[in-house]
């Protein structure tokens, strides 16, 4: 079963970290990302560029309004995911708690359903 594991952490807090610092956790997740690889659980993944790159469209009583920005402000923002292939959920939960952003961050991971998610 396919599995989405989005990245959430604290742009403003990655931001204060030093250049060393974001080479070792950089460095943490390609040895992640080539360990799952390796497994044949990777099937897609990639860092997002900062909230202040993102653009937002919504469709309102038929018209579309583009704004500048995420969707909601919050703590946390969508930094990357994975798409990942997976037994079950538990299986799923196991390779989430190894992403490095699991430490200072949240994973959200969430079924993938509809015809992209068979093989």
Do not use: N
């Amino acid at each position: 079963m396919q599995y989405m594991l989005l990245i959430y952490g604290d742009e403003a807090e990655w931001a204060t970290r030093t250049e060393a610092v974001r080479s070792e956790i950089t460095a943490e997740y390609e040895q992640f990302t080539d360990g799952i690889r390796r497994t044949g659980s990777f099937l897609a993944g990639a860092r997002l560029e900062p909230t202040a790159t993102a653009t937002t469209v919504r469709i309102r009583e038929g018209k579309r309004l583009v704004t500048d920005g995420p969707f909601a402000e919050t703590r946390e923002q969508l930094g990357g995911y994975y798409l990942v292939e997976a037994r079950d959920l538990d299986d799923a939960l196991a390779l989430a708690a190894r992403i490095p952003g699991a430490r200072g961050g949240s994973i959200e991971v969430r079924p993938v359903r509809g015809p992209a998610a068979r093989r």
